[in-house]
């Protein structure tokens, strides 16, 4: 299985705006990414100011609250057409 994406865990998306160590840590997965043609995805983003810093940083693909709660896959179809991707913030 070749490596075509690489997550950053939202314990390091949860102190973006607290610490300096997760902001360098989240700037430093993403240009590695970059560097290999990676996909980034950022996990747990529950606020605007850490989704500006992540796209600020590179990263795309968010995932968290701020976009909506986890549901199940029965919700999720009954909720969204398929093949119809949802509208992002």
């Given at each position: 299985?070749?490596?075509?994406?690489?997550?950053?865990?939202r314990?390091?998306?949860?102190?973006?705006?607290?610490?300096?160590r997760?902001t360098?840590?989240?700037?430093?997965?993403?240009?590695?990414?970059?560097?290999?043609?990676?996909a980034?995805?950022?996990?747990?983003?529950?606020t605007?100011?850490?989704?500006?810093?992540?796209?600020?940083?590179?990263?795309?693909?968010?995932q968290?609250?701020?976009?909506?709660?986890?549901?199940?896959?029965?919700?999720?179809?009954?909720?969204?057409?398929?093949?119809?991707?949802a509208?992002?913030?």
């Amino acid at each position: 299985m070749p490596l075509t994406r690489i997550k950053i865990d939202r314990s390091f998306v949860k102190g973006i705006d607290r610490t300096k160590r997760s902001t360098s840590i989240i700037r430093a997965v993403a240009l590695l990414c970059e560097g290999y043609g990676f996909a980034v995805t950022a996990e747990g983003v529950e606020t605007d100011e850490q989704a500006a810093v992540l796209r600020r940083h590179g990263c795309r693909d968010l995932q968290g609250y701020l976009f909506g709660k986890a549901q199940s896959a029965e919700t999720l179809a009954l909720t969204r057409p398929i093949g119809r991707p949802a509208s992002l913030r």
